[in-house]
């Protein structure tokens, strides 16, 4: 299966964004220019390999960008024993597609839309789902980062398939950061 996170043109408009040129990314990232001109054109699929390569010689550019700088707070999340009804709501209520799950203060496993809907097609009639407690259905809590790390590591743990990250200090959640976050920092800069 092939993972893109970044279009050619995102990694373009990325570039250009820092103030680079074609030929200053392909010597910091050990490729040729005309590799990084034929990604930027959407005339070739890159490796992921080598989109990490490009995409950590622009970033290190500007090291200032970290999990602080693009991370939202506060951290929208439900309890072990709260009904998978009242994840749903939160999630259309705050426009988002997932939440993390605790028990007490402690992390503990993550609630998605997926996991919902494939409850629902598995021939559970939809209010049972909906009357569950989330511990019945949640999934492996999302995978902590501190406010400090940087968006190359980021942008790392997303070619995991991870849907979110969530940004941890001092033993507390302070902040969430989704794929589409990270996406739109990078275009933006």
Request: aromatic content about 2%; hydrophobic content about 40%.
């Amino acid at each position: 299966m092939s993972l893109q996170i970044l279009s050619g043109e995102d990694l373009k408009r990325l570039r250009k964004s820092y103030g680079l040129t074609q030929k200053e990314v392909a010597k910091k990232a050990g490729v040729s220019q005309s590799l990084i001109a034929r990604i930027e054109a959407g005339k070739i699929d890159p490796r992921l390999s080598t989109v990490k390569k490009i995409l950590n010689s622009i970033l290190s550019v500007k090291r200032g960008l970290d999990a602080a700088s693009i991370m939202h707070s506060p951290v929208i999340s439900v309890d072990v024993k709260d009904s998978v009804r009242k994840a749903v709501d939160l999630m259309e209520k705050h426009g988002i597609s997932q939440l993390p799950v605790f028990d007490g203060d402690r992390i503990v496993g993550s609630v998605l839309e997926g996991t919902i809907i494939r409850r629902i097609l598995q021939g559970k009639e939809p209010e049972k789902v909906f009357s569950l407690k989330v511990e019945d259905v949640m999934e492996e809590p999302f995978t902590t980062v501190s406010p400090r790390t940087s968006i190359n590591e980021i942008l790392t743990l997303f070619t995991h398939e991870k849907p979110a990250v969530l940004v941890v200090d001092k033993g507390k959640p302070v902040g969430i950061i989704t794929k589409i976050d990270l996406i739109t920092s990078i275009r933006s800069r």
